[in-house]
């Protein structure tokens, strides 16, 4: 059985098949899906969409740094205000986005900050955003961590020295659909990096992996993921599933 970490299947991308997709996540054994938020517009999506199978389905609450604009403040005032008198199984998407803009990037830390302060007040796990800034996001997450801090370092991309500072503060490396692809890297450190400190995650609908790259993702392919993970460790893709399943378990409960 698979648990994807990570995916926002509530978004309209699977407007049009959904009852279809979710039979195929049936048939590939995904038992659970975790969906982040991205921002205030997204949070009755995925209501909704938790709401319609709450085994399958697990809500998340957050907003993600690429949403962190003139109106943040606002946003999170509401964030903060769903997050508490609802009932999420984490904080997210959460973090800080240096790739797209960096008009709002002491906002986005300020944000990433707090965000992580209400999941540690909450001993909620969270799951972090940390494109071209992982050292940076590292760095932050050490100077909260008090032991009531937990989560995934989502689509990780770093180094097997940064892979060792995030497990040491007891936090795990979201592997997704990256891994398959020829010149991206992440499968030669997965190589380095101890199956126990790795959870599957899709991303869906973005970042499909081989054979579907450029095509929109769903978290039925998370097999494709474990797969190539598999031929990276030398091990079977039941071991990985067994293990990266025990270890999203360990994270989200």
């Known amino acids: 059985m698979y648990i994807d970490t990570h995916a926002h299947l509530y978004l309209e991308e699977f407007d049009e098949d959904l009852e279809a997709m979710e039979e195929r996540l049936h048939s590939s054994k995904v038992e659970r899906v975790y969906l982040p938020n991205i921002d205030v517009s997204s949070i009755a999506q995925v209501k909704q969409l938790s709401e319609r199978n709450p085994e399958l389905f697990k809500p998340m609450m957050g907003l993600h740094p690429c949403y962190v604009k003139e109106d943040y403040k606002e946003q999170l005032k509401h964030i903060e205000q ?18 797209w803009d960096l008009t709002f990037q002491e906002e986005q830390i300020e944000v990433f900050k707090t965000q992580l ?4 007040d909450l001993k909620l796990p969270v ?3 940390s494109r071209k800034c992982l050292e940076m ?16 370092f989502h689509c990780f991309n770093g180094t097997k020295e940064q892979a060792e500072k995030i ?3 007891g936090f795990y490396m979201g592997i997704g659909g990256v891994v398959t692809y020829k010149n991206a890297g992440v499968d030669q450190v997965v190589k380095e990096i101890p199956l126990n400190h790795i959870v599957l995650e899709t991303d869906a609908p973005y970042l499909s992996p081989v054979p579907f790259r450029g095509k929109r993702n769903e978290s039925s392919y998370i097999n494709f993921i474990a797969e190539k993970i598999a031929v990276d460790k030398g091990t079977s893709v039941d071991e990985v599933a067994r293990i990266t399943t025990k270890n999203a378990k360990k994270v989200f409960g």
């Open 137 to 152: 996001t590292i760095e932050i997450v050490s100077e909260l961590q008090d032991g009531n801090l937990s989560g995934v």
């Open 167 to 169: 497990s040491s503060q």
């Open 82 to 99: 769903t997050l508490k008198d609802g009932s999420f199984d984490g904080v997210g998407e959460i973090g800080v986005d240096l790739y």
């Open 127 to 129: 799951t972090i955003h």
């Open 117 to 120: 302060l209400w999941a540690r």
